[in-house]
């Protein structure tokens, strides 16, 4: 799928450079050419970074080609959402107010990859603040329709086979949303999963560093230098037993290619001797999401407050709204929204039972046409908002031609067994090139 | 207290501040002076602030005094521990890597009281990125003592009559400790009231902002400001009715003044009526502090990973060890620790019952001589690691003089109830001047 995205026969080396650069048969520099080659191809009418600096790019290769090899990322081209800070490149926050700001520090997460030989190639575009006011890139897929935020940039560099993977950030449905839309691998892990610092606050409940990718492989590899891992490569693949299907209370909302898509995904793991079991949200899920807004707002709005003191003329009228919103929500509401919340993970964790797997829609449908919205969050963020692993796969084709993802969640802490569930599912895929298979 | 242990007759008037700029008695210029002179008489023996620009704050203060009236904090002074941004001020986080550091906007908690009018005086001296190597602050009350850490600075600053109230950070005991070492109030909110955005990360499951001050109407009224709250000045006392008593299983650590200070705190509490009932933590709590251990080192070691990839010179020995230990700690072990933290969690709610307010030691005993530990952390960061909300209140003296704290432990979100509580117990101290009642 990635190759034919990318409107070449064969998948370009820079996309296999995880097991390509392992093997040797390629040089860093060499897999730096690829990127910087399709970018400058592409980047005009896709608009997947915000910063890159192709000189630059090429001396980070060269650098890694004349070190030893420094750990499992040694040479892969990954793409930084411009809300992470990066000690060599400006982070500007998809808002004027940062525009040229140079941060001192890598974030743990950039620094973490950087450490393991990754190839920084650049800053990707992100909706301002990580919110819902989108920037210029277009959906490689269909340039009229959006790619999805507020990872727009990583999951479209992504698609477009700029790169192979990307860092992105959830706060609702940042990273599973534009992976959807796009077409390519979202995961987010567990909260605390990965380190936050250096990373711009949103909702700092939510908040969550996550993982946009070409294939699982590179899910899993630069997961695993995210959290003190060591690599085994390749992912292996597991059969779940025991999988709950959750079309949850927002069903009705969900368009025909989400149902479609949804529907298809429990068949083949019926198809596959699966036990698949429909399950209900707890009642405590009823009001969730006026909760979740209660939080996201409140937090949104403080995290916010120097720059709205200074310039809130920068701010787009969304977010202004937001944050006129957050700072006169009421401490009692927010503590109790964030009780209330405590209280559905409980009975998410009750009801769990003996299920090994969660399979739920991913998004409301394909990417809508138009560029000034990036689409609705509420079938990621209930789950970014109870804080459980979840992976999103594209493996469905809508009549338009537009990938529509099923999401896999997992208990908290379960993010290699939900990776290696995620292999054998998206195994299940007809037509699919799982590239490291 | 305040006025004997600032050497001088009368409470000065800066540190009544609050109530008196309310009444219109005195000019923001006025507490400015006050507050440089005290910082010009002490600071050389004291060494409580890493950054202060005497100018700079009469200028604030000349502008509060020239703008109508903006919020609850008008002229309020206040200090900033060095590990919080501030957009007019260097932010050094006790570290020679952020010497000169100037960042860009002011930390959420900063720009929420600079938004309600307090005189932002300067950066309090904090031990190393918020962790254990000591800054050069002494103990006020005996120069050859540790203030405690790492909110060194502030906590001297406020027992030194600098300032009534400062703004700290609470990862493990960062605030009780030293709060209690100096003999002013600490307070520690829920983790998730006080937006962390601006605020360094040290171990982001445990961060919380807090408040050490001359007393329990700053702490209100700081935290009202923190929150969306409304002030309402002075803050009420309400006596609890259920109350329980928790040595912990670290009593046998309690000095003897910490046993003292502990029994006449009980004691208090009986002799007013209240029904005090002894318990014991759950079980679970056997293992807590190595779950503690594990989370800490873990995340601080990649919070800081940027700084330790570029500058590993420039770390203490202390944290250069802790980096090290954290970096190689497995994924698997960090969640579990998680785990067994939020089953600690539970159990401890559980066993709340119908109690309302839980009395605890607050530290192994008064402040150690010498300034190159700033103590032990075992009895604050308990609290800390399932993240209640907690008062410290200095109401016992040992022997030497020296002040020792008790502590009030709420459950999560109670902080307004705490509060009153904390301010009834107060006043149960025989011999203390609470400065607002």
Known sequence: ??????????????????????????????????????????????????YIDAEAVLEQARALDRAPVRGAL?????????????????????????????PRVDAACVALVRAAGALIVGKTVTAEFAGTAPGPTANPLDLRRTPGGSSSGSAAAVAD?????ALGTQTGGSVHRPA??????????????????????????????????????????VFRVLTNGSATSPLQSQQPSRVAACRTSLWER??????????????????????????????????????????NDFQRAHALRSEWQSQPDLFSP????????????PFEQFAGAIEHVERCRAAFDAAWGDLELLIAPCVDGEAPLGLASTGEHHFQSIWTTIDVPSVSLPMHT?????????QLVARPWREHELLRYARWMNGLASGRTDLSR
Chains 1, 2 share one sequence.
């Open 318 to 329: 969304q977010l202004a709204v937001l944050v006129r919103r957050g700072l006169t929500i």
């Open 180 to 221: 959807s839309y796009c077409g390519v691998i979202g995961f987010k892990p567990t909260q605390s999963a990965v380190n936050r610092a250096g990373v711009k606050a949103a909702a700092e409940r939510f908040d969550t560093v996550g993982i946009i990718a070409h294939d699982l492989d590179y899910v899993d590899a």
């Open 74 to 102: 040694h040479g892969v081209p990954i793409g930084i959402k411009d809300v992470i800070d990066t000690q060599d490149m400006p982070t500007q926050m998809g808002s004027p107010i940062y525009a040229g700001y140079q």
């Open 254 to 295: 969900a368009q025909p290619e989400t149902v479609a898509a949804f529907e298809a995904g429990v068949n083949r793991l019926r198809e596959a001797g699966v036990r698949v079991r429909d399950i209900d949200l707890p009642e405590e899920f009823a009001t969730i999401g006026a909760a979740r807004a209660t939080i």
């Open 398 to 406: 809508a009549p338009s031609g537009m990938p529509v993802s099923v």
């Open 1 to 50: 799928m990635g190759s034919s995205r990318a409107g070449a026969g064969l998948i370009p080396a820079h996309v296999s450079a995880l097991a390509l650069l392992r093997s040797g048969e390629v040089s860093c520099e060499e897999i730096a050419r690829g990127v910087l080659a399709r970018i400058a191809e592409r980047e005009r009418d896709v608009h997947a970074w915000a």
């Open 161 to 165: 086979s700029m790169v192979p993977v």
